[in-house]
């Protein structure tokens, strides 16, 4: 049975599982439907606007139960995570405006703000409003344009995928720097000691 069917056959609440788990996807194919009369504009903005808010929150508060010891025994993995959860939080209200529209991002940011020091109401508050804006824009989007708006979707989601690999090629090549500096200056303290001893 395909995504279609499901969404077609089972309605407001296969769009909101769909919304928790698939996104974008799901809604633009309620959007047709809405096209087509088989589905209401104000229940379809709702249904994925309410699953995409309960997928919120569940990795928020997987964050806040797991995140601060999740790497207890790889103190560098520990130690990378906190950096990514301290830069996250010095701009929380906007990040969690806006991550749901970063592909790849929907489940690893909340979970990164719950482990952080982001307050519950503020992150339920902020993350509600982006989900009620993401679905009438996508939603919208996808009434309106159709399969036009999809491939300008899957355009933007290689776009932003291509951006992600860039980005974590250069952290991982500024690491493997920074260890191999770290490396040599270890090596040097190492052969001026043993050159000290031998005076």
Not at 17 to 42: F, H, N, T, Y
Not at 51 to 76: I, N, S, Y
Request: charged share 20%.
């Amino acid at each position: 049975m395909t995504l279609e069917t499901l969404v077609a056959q089972y309605g407001y609440p296969a769009l909101f599982i769909g919304a928790i788990l698939e996104g974008e996807s799901v809604l633009l194919i309620a959007a047709l439907l809405v096209q087509q009369g088989l589905m209401d504009p104000k229940g379809m903005v709702l249904a994925s606007a309410m699953g995409a808010f309960v997928g919120d929150q569940f990795f928020f508060h997987l964050g806040r139960r797991k995140g601060p010891g999740l790497f207890r025994h790889r103190p560098t993995w520990q130690q990378k995570m906190n950096c990514a959860v301290a830069m996250l939080d010095r701009r929380r209200e906007v990040v969690v405006l806006f991550y749901r529209f970063i592909y790849g991002m929907r489940a690893i940011i909340p979970f990164l703000l719950g482990s952080g020091k982001c307050r519950v109401g503020t992150f339920a508050l902020l993350s509600f409003l982006s989900a009620i804006a993401w679905a009438v824009i996508i939603g919208s989007g996808g009434y309106l344009l159709g399969e036009a708006f999809q491939r300008i979707l899957e355009h933007g989601r290689y776009f932003q995928i291509g951006v992600l690999a860039l980005g974590a090629l250069v952290v991982i090549s500024v690491m493997m720097w920074h260890r191999r500096r770290k490396r040599k200056r270890t090596k040097g303290d190492r052969q001026d000691s043993k050159a000290g001893l031998s005076r």
